[in-house]
């Protein structure tokens, strides 16, 4: 899966696998907002003269259109639709958001939409799909100076590639003009409306977009289906000129819109009824505000009813232990179950293996899948392997997902050979190629890591992040590995590098970040024959996991933990003062899991 970002409006509207349309002040965000509030009918229009021709036979819907329209209307505010009738349908009228959603994405197999307000459950939604993934900015519909959208779908590809964070677009954004002329000259909500936009996860459901036949969106939240009767209606005819409300500011809601207590329209008086509509119009309308009335007074009625009827004892489902199944979950269960190869792991006494493909830990793709990828076609990889628990889970994880793997282990006169022989032992019980090299460069010996007469940091696990880069760092420790399995990838002609980085409970290396990550890749697509052909990726399953979903992770794989080794100072039994020791032994007690190498 790639994501990436538009850049015109005539990529986006040739997009046929996911999209995402981002428009964070008013569409995407005023769309969760109405969501959230737990309607079941909400339609998106671009054209306000079928949005008109609509809402004049269907009085009972709440509408929300920025500038004039002729009907009560509220503004497309998330703050306005945060307070809106949940009882009643919404339709959302927007020339700019609008045409970036239906037209935009007309398209797309898939559409969902949101902003900063729902990041992290749109990022979510994002790891979950197997089809790539374009990211459309709203802006391309309107000016270029809305900048806010391509800040947030800059920062989405960041974040699920596992670089930067959300938060620094929105300082950024902050001190922009955009931002400064927004508070000053837009909407009489723009300040309840920005601290809803730009409040990450304020907002935290994705709403996603099916189109009808006629012309409009049906919003509903990811994962459920649209209501069908709206998939079929057809909208009113036009024949007949939609009626002149008194006009208002762009950004004024009518009265009751703007009290926190009151829904945005009466459900019976939904239409003017001064004489401007026909007879038969001003029936209907008023027979649809009166179902409208019935229909919530039998709703209040069951709920009551439900409330003195004991409901029947709920049985919990059985908690799953893998580590993505919150963010999988959607997508899963509408999945055919496929066939995974698994290595065959022969241990000590037993013969283990993975008996299923485990869900994806999270693994960060730094670059692009190779051209002409496919899941059926065989893959390759070389794995960064030290013999420790986060790279023999790589491992594992490799083999698991079906990629053929060839080992790669650097000797660079580390103080000890310890972690050197459990990689030959676990690589040989695998079955799996190992290569073995020596580098020597006499100015490694400025790390504690390899020089045996400097003392090795013994610090409180919970002190470790505010250290700093220990002692023990190697310079470009990580920048050399990935130019060796670079070569090697070359010489064998495999896909994929995966290496074991992670930057959540780590000892502050430098290269083991997700930017170095990021940036290494891209020099490995540029400075190799296959990158430069084929295209290859450099994978970090264990980058966005803590400890403690690694060791998970790990169990959930059969890692033969006894065979591993993590401690910096070598011996037959881990010292357990090492940062290395202490921050294993911090993620095996968080998993309440054995750790077997200590028996």
């Known amino acids: 899966m790639n994501v990436l970002i538009a850049k015109t409006v005539a990529e986006c509207e040739q997009w046929t696998d996911v999209a995402v349309v981002v428009d964070v002040l008013r569409t995407g965000t005023t769309l969760c907002e109405l969501a959230k509030r737990g309607k079941k009918e909400i339609l998106v229009f671009a054209d306000v003269q079928q949005a008109a021709a609509f809402a004049q036979t269907h009085g009972d819907f709440e509408v929300f259109c ?17 307070k809106s009738n949940a009882r009643r349908p919404a339709m959302l009228c927007s020339e700019e958001g609008g045409k970036a959603l239906l037209r935009g994405a007309g398209k797309a197999s898939l559409v969902l939409t949101g902003g900063f307000c729902n990041f992290n459950s749109l990022a979510e939604a994002i790891v979950a799909q197997e089809k790539d993934v374009l990211l ?29 964070h959300p938060q620094d677009a929105i300082v950024e954004y902050n001190n922009t003009m955009r931002c400064v002329e927004f508070w000053k000259q837009g909407p009489k909500t723009a300040a309840k409306d920005a601290k809803i936009a730009f409040k990450l996860d304020s907002v935290p459901v994705v709403p996603q977009v099916t189109f009808s036949p006629n012309g409009y969106g049906v ?65 209907k309308n008023f027979f649809n505000g009166i179902l409208q009335v019935v229909k ?7 709920r009551e009813i439900s409330a003195a009827v004991p409901a029947a004892p709920k049985v919990a489902a059985p908690q799953s232990d893998d580590l993505l199944d919150a963010v999988l979950k959607k997508s899963e269960a509408a999945k055919p179950a496929a066939a995974v190869q698994t ?52 491992l594992y994880w490799a083999l698991a997902h079906g990629y053929t793997c060839e080992a790669l282990t650097v000797s660079y006169g580390q103080r000890h050979e310890r972690e050197v022989l459990s990689a030959q032992m676990i690589a040989r019980n695998l079955g799996v190629k190992h290569h073995l090299i020596t580098l020597n460069l006499p100015w490694l010996s400025c790390c504690s890591l390899v020089d045996k007469n400097q003392q090795l940091p013994d610090v409180a696990v919970e002190d470790i992040p505010k250290e700093g880069i220990p002692s023990t760092y190697v310079p470009g420790r990580n920048l050399m590995f990935l130019s060796v399995a670079g070569s090697l990838l070359d010489a064998v002609g495999a896909d994929a590098i995966i290496a074991g980085p992670n930057a959540v409970d780590f000892s502050g290396y430098p290269d083991c970040t997700p930017a170095f990550f990021k940036a290494a890749a891209e020099a490995l697509n540029r400075g190799t024959k296959r990158g430069v052909s084929e295209g290859i990726e450099v994978l970090a399953p264990l980058m966005r996991l803590s400890k403690a979903e690694i060791v998970k992770l790990a169990a959930s794989l059969k890692v033969p933990f006894e065979l591993t080794w993590s401690c910096y100072a070598g011996g037959k039994k881990p010292c357990g003062h090492c940062d290395s020791c202490k921050l294993r032994a911090k993620g095996f007690e968080e998993a309440g899991v054995h750790d077997t190498a200590l028996d």
């Not at 500038?67 to 009560?72: I, L, Q, S, V, W």
């Not at 009265?255 to 007879?279: F, I, R």
């Not at 990828?373 to 065989?378: D, G, H, N, Q």
């Open 66 to 82: 920025p500038g004039d329209f002729p009907a009560p209307h509220a503004d497309n505010s998330p703050y306005l639709a945060s």
């Open 136 to 164: 459309i900015p709203a802006s391309l519909y309107s000016t270029a100076d809305a900048v806010e959208d391509g800040l947030c779908v800059a920062a989405l590809k960041d974040y699920v590639q596992g670089v930067g």
């Open 219 to 283: 919003c509903h939240l990811y994962g459920t289906p649209a209501p069908a009767q709206w998939l079929g209606v057809q909208p009113a005819p036009a024949a007949e000129p939609a009626p002149q409300a008194p006009s208002r500011p762009a950004d004024e809601a009518p009265a009751a819109a703007q009290t926190e207590a009151e829904p945005v329209q009466s459900p019976v008086s939904a239409q003017p009824t001064d004489g401007k509509l026909s007879a038969p119009t001003r029936l």
């Open 296 to 302: 919530e007074e039998k709703e209040e009625l069951q």
């Open 343 to 394: 290595p065959s792991v022969k241990l000590a006494s037993e013969e283990t293996a993975p008996s299923s493909k485990p869900q994806d830990s999270g693994e960060v793709s730094f670059s692009q899948a190779p051209k002409g990828f496919s899941e059926k076609k065989a893959k390759k990889a070389i794995v960064l392997f030290s013999g420790g628990l986060d790279s023999t889970t790589c």
